[in-house]
């Protein structure tokens, strides 16, 4: 009786153990600023990336990308993005204060006219969130 009793204490605790901690992040695609002020390029559109859940997350491999054309594709170098913090990433401008992002792209990614959609991957090539406008 004492073992069954012990074997099912020892199963409980080995559950809390693997299940605390291994929920898949909650990283999204929280705005999409696609008409940007920059006459002609537009360089000022960006993607707000957020952390919306409760633990630091290292976007070291994921990528960001236009899946309406296919092009461009970002690809995070190593950062953590805390809880409830954003990022942004422009289309060709840097903003050190939203993470100093960027696509280096020289002309307006996101169109003015017919919605585009914005994918995140992490480094598994797993879609992580995906927004239209």
Not at 86 to 112: K, L
Not at 117 to 132: G, P, Q, T, W
Request: hydrophobic share 40%; glycine share 6%; charged share 20%.
């Amino acid at each position: 009786m004492k073992i069954k009793y012990l074997c099912s204490i020892l199963v409980l605790f080995l559950l809390i153990i693997f299940t605390t901690g291994c929920a898949a992040p909650n990283i999204q695609i929280t705005r999409i600023f696609y008409d940007g002020l920059v006459p002609r390029v537009e360089a000022d559109e960006y993607v707000e990336i957020t952390n919306l859940g409760d633990q630091s997350q290292d976007l070291a491999g994921w990528i960001l990308i236009d899946a309406s054309e296919g092009y461009p594709l970002f690809t995070f170098p190593p950062y953590i993005l805390a809880p409830g913090k954003s990022i942004r990433v422009y289309t060709n401008e840097y903003h050190p204060e939203w993470g100093g992002f960027s696509f280096e792209y020289g002309r307006a990614i996101w169109s003015n006219t017919e919605p585009d959609v914005a994918v995140l991957y992490d480094n598994r090539d797993k879609e992580v969130s995906r927004k239209s406008y």
